[in-house]
Structures are given as C-alpha cells and as structure tokens.
C-alpha cells in the first residue's frame, strides 16, 4: 500500500448510514491510516461550487461477482437459460487474468464499487494458484477490497446427475471425452491444499473464502469438509444456491427432507455462510437462513439474463434475512453499474410476494451486510469516526438539476436516478481510487493493447 497523507474531504450533502436521515453541508478529516477521524456539519459557505454539488456516502459493495473483465456477449454467451448459458461461458478464449481483474475492478470502482466478492472462474484448471496470484496484484494496483473465491468444483461438470441418459445420444467418442474430464476434476484434498499455499497472496485488500460453486457441483464429503474447515479457521463461505427451476429439482431429489435443512445438520449454515441468488427459496428455508444469519445476495440483472426468475426478496425480507446485491458479471445493460442494479433490485422487489423492500434495506445491503460479506466485520459501511474511510461520492446537482421543490428528497433521487456517470469520487482505506470521475489507478504496461487473442485450446469446463 503506497504512503498516503490525510484528506479532508467536504459536501454539500452526507448521508452517514442507512439509518441516517441525509444531513447538509459537512467535513470529513481521514487520518494517514484509511480511517474517519472526524465528521463534522460545517456552514455552506466553506464550499466550492463543485463541493456544493456533492453529495457524500458509504462506498458500494458488489457482493457476488466473477471479474471477468470481458463481457460474455463478447464472445458469444448469448443471454439464455444458466444451464444452457455454461458451455457457451466456456467458449470465452484465454485471456491475461492479471488485466481482466484490474480492467473489471477498475470499472465497477467507477460505479462507486468499494468491496468486492470475486467468484473466480479459471481460465484454465492448471493454473489456479498463478491466477489467484494476479487477482490479488489487480487488487492492490486498483485499490479495491477483494473477497478472492476459491473454487470447489468436484461434481457434475456437465448435466445435474448422471452421465449416462445424456450418452444415450452421444457418440463413444464424446462420451469418453466428457466422463475424462470428469474423472480429471480436482478433488477436495488436493484443492484444499493448493488453497493453503495461495494464502501467500492475501494483503490488506485481498482474502479468500472457501467456494463450493454450488451444492450440485460439489461432492457431498466436499460440502462437509468445507463446513468443518470453516469452523476451524473461522473463514467465510460463498456458494450459489437455487438460481434455477432445474437445480431446485435436483435438491428436491437428492435432498427430500429439504437441502437447507442437511446444510444446517452438516454445519454449514452460520453467518460466515453467503449464498448468491436463491430465487428457488421456499418460505420455511428463507426462514431458516435469516436464523442461522446467513446473507443472501440479490442478483437481479443476472437473474433476468439468463432466465432464472424473481429472488423472492419480500419473503426474504419478511423473513429478516440479512440481504445483500451483486452484479454476478451479468449487470443488464454490461455497464458495471451498481447504483442501477440497486435501482432494478429495489423496483423489483415490489412485483414478488410479501414486503417490498424501503429505501433503507437496499442501503444497508450495499453499504454493510454485502461488506460484511466480503470483508467480514469490520466497523465499515458507514461514515462515522473510527470507521474504514471507504467513501464515495456522487453529483447530487445533476441527480437534482430539475428539482422544483424542496419535496424532492435525496433519497428518493438518488435510488431512483443515480447512475454510474453521476460517481466523483471513490476512497478506499482512505485512497483515493477514483477522483473527479476519473480512476486514478493507472493501468499496467500493455493494458493499453486490449484485444482478445484467438483461442489457444478448445473450449473448456472452467473449473
Ligand atoms: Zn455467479
């Protein structure tokens, strides 16, 4: 982390919390260490024109995303259903991982983005370690916080089950082809210790979580270990649950006394437990994850892509379960626009059963209960002394250029027009990441010479 002095930032608006009332003009002093030393409301008349238009708040958390870095439509992954959707995922040709991550993080750092939960998917199985390596570099060259999800993936690379139906209509040819790469999948133990060695890279910005990709894509024996191994050490947990009809039927199948259920008697479920999507949750298992303290976190945009449905925020809410947001690389219009994505969740949440979600819940899902799911508990996602200095700011004069009455409130404004053009600023840990709308990272040698290279192998199961 290179040296920094203290900034002293000032806005013509602040809001601390998700449970503060947006405030007036203010003074924010940052001590050289990245945290809030002092906030203080200050007269209007200590402020530039430009810091008049400010308006100051926690920095975003994207709490479930996979930093591609290269969108999926630009390899041809068209939009379609998820189980459909993988094999053309995996038609993405080899690309640096190194600039991927620092081109994905710098632009969600656009959008406000301070936290990030990063589910990586390898560009090649052989190369984990390495590129787990240039993910933690990325993160520190961008100045963001990264949850690095270390990928467990033992099971059913190819259908939920069985091979065998599906041979029925392959050739041998193929058929061995597929039960091989089955076969060479790497197993838990071999994962686990290749994860311990990756621990190497972990910095002030940078940690890994345990990642069982799902529960159809893991061994059971898989699952279990990885429960007991997080009770051990203490480490989070990050899994998709339930995105689509079709897994929900195989947990119905493998799991008839309910899969949430055998999470809980095998000891997964805690608070250190995130699952990302959910949208096949029925009332009882929503209940039993707001007990437990596990997060769920909200995709939308992905849900809609690829065709997976509604989460079922209003029970969700109903139910207290503690509720976070993530673009899943999958934002709607490929944009890494996080304040959208918000807006889209919180709209949304009104059209499925039970309590729509307040402006309230959606702030604290992207400014504390998804941090917390990327960096754990610690006193952030807020702006109050002694708290992370992890800051954004937003042109509140043109959120409101039209406003023709006091009546137009900040809230209201801000989730129902702000956008990634409107973020001026980014602090994390008290750097700057983002100044004046423009990223302050500068870009590694060659970034500039962005293409995407022909395919060196045959497309493949990233694992
Ligand atoms: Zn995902």
Redesign the pocket.
């Known amino acids: 982390m290179p040296e920094r002095d203290a900034v002293t930032l000032r806005a013509g608006r602040v809001i601390r919390s998700a449970d503060h009332a947006p405030e007036g003009p203010h003074e924010i002093t940052i001590t050289a260490d990245g945290r809030i030393h002092e906030v203080r409301a200050i007269p209007p008349d200590r402020l530039t024109p430009d810091k008049s238009r400010l308006l100051l708040m926690p920095a975003l958390a994207n709490a479930?995303d996979?930093g591609r870095g290269l969108g999926t439509l630009a390899f041809g992954a068209t939009d379609q259903p998820l189980e459909t959707w993988l094999p053309d995922l995996a038609r993405q040709p080899p690309l640096d991982v190194h600039q991927c991550a620092v081109i994905a993080f710098s632009r969600m750092a656009l959008s406000g983005i301070g936290a990030i939960n990063h589910?990586h998917n390898t560009q090649s199985s052989q190369t984990l370690l390495a590129e787990a390596e240039a993910v933690s570099r990325a993160a520190r060259e961008v100045g963001v916080r990264v949850a690095f999800c270390w990928p467990f993936f033992d099971a059913n690379p190819f259908v939920y089950g069985d091979l065998e139906p599906l041979a029925a209509h392959m050739d041998a040819h193929e058929i061995a082809h597929l039960r091989a790469r089955e076969a060479g999948m790497r197993d838990c133990a071999t994962n686990l210790a290749l994860m311990e060695q990756a621990r190497a890279f972990e910095h002030a910005l940078f940690t890994l979580q345990y990642h069982p990709v799902g529960p159809q894509w893991v061994q059971p024996a898989t699952l279990a270990a990885i429960a007991r191994a997080a009770r051990d050490d203490g480490r989070r947990v990050h899994m998709?649950l339930l995105e689509t009809r079709y897994q929900r039927t195989w947990a119905d199948r493998r799991h008839p006394d309910g899969i949430i259920r055998h999470f809980d008697a095998i000891g997964l479920l805690s608070p250190n437990l995130t699952v990302?999507h959910g949208v096949w949750l029925r009332p009882d298992e929503c209940a039993l994850l707001a007990d437990r303290g596990v997060t769920v976190v909200v995709n939308a945009s992905s849900n809609l892509r690829l065709r997976s449905g509604l989460p079922p925020m209003g029970l969700l809410k109903q139910a207290g379960t503690p509720l976070a947001f993530g673009l899943?690389g999958m934002a709607l219009d490929d944009d890494e626009d996080m304040l959208r994505e918000l807006r889209l969740a919180y709209h949304l949440s009104g059209a499925t059963s039970g309590d729509a979600l307040a402006p309230a819940d959606v702030l604290r899902g992207a400014w504390v209960t998804g941090r917390r799911t990327i960096v754990g508990e610690d006193g952030g996602g807020l702006i109050e002394p002694g708290a992370p200095a992890d800051i954004m700011g937003v042109d509140f004069a043109a959120l409101s250029h039209d406003a023709v009455t006091s009546r137009a409130d900040t809230l209201p404004l801000l989730l129902g027009r702000a956008q990634k053009r409107h973020v001026q600023l980014l602090l994390v840990n008290g750097r700057f990441v983002v100044q004046g709308g423009n990223h302050g990272c500068r870009p590694p040698p060659g970034a500039h010479r962005w293409s995407a290279p022909t395919p060196r192998f045959p497309p493949s199961r990233k694992t």
């Open positions: 479930h996979h589910c998709h990302a899943d």
